[in-house]
């Protein structure tokens, strides 16, 4: 029976000090892409402020292939819309 060669001790100096470089910029383009995200929102939300129904339903119903409105704004359009008291059912029923 033959027995593999014995492997060398592992070690973990040096390999430590990746990891964690590795995992805090990691962290970094994690933390700078949620950022974005939320000042993308907060852009939608500032712009649809004062937008009537009429004009979140349309954003809501609006092709996905038109380039007018992102999904980031139907999102938004469709939760101001739930907070003036629609719900999910009446966003849909009420094409403009």
């Known amino acids: 029976m033959d027995y593999a060669e014995p492997h ?9 000090m990746g990891f964690w470089d590795k995992a805090w ?3 970094k383009k994690v933390v700078a892409e949620v950022t974005d995200q939320a000042q ?7 712009k649809l402020k004062g937008a ?3 004009e979140l339903l349309k954003i809501v119903h ?5 380039a007018k409105y ?7 359009a469709r939760s101001m819309l ?10 849909r029923q009420n094409k403009v």
């Open 52 to 54: 009537s129904d009429n």
């Open 70 to 76: 992102d999904q980031k704004a139907k999102t938004v």
């Open 62 to 66: 609006t092709s996905s292939l038109s």
């Open 82 to 91: 739930k907070a003036r008291g629609y719900d999910d059912e009446k966003i």
């Open 8 to 16: 060398a001790p592992l070690s973990f100096e040096g390999n430590a």
């Open 40 to 46: 993308e929102t907060n852009e939608n939300y500032k």
């Open 25 to 27: 910029d990691i962290s």
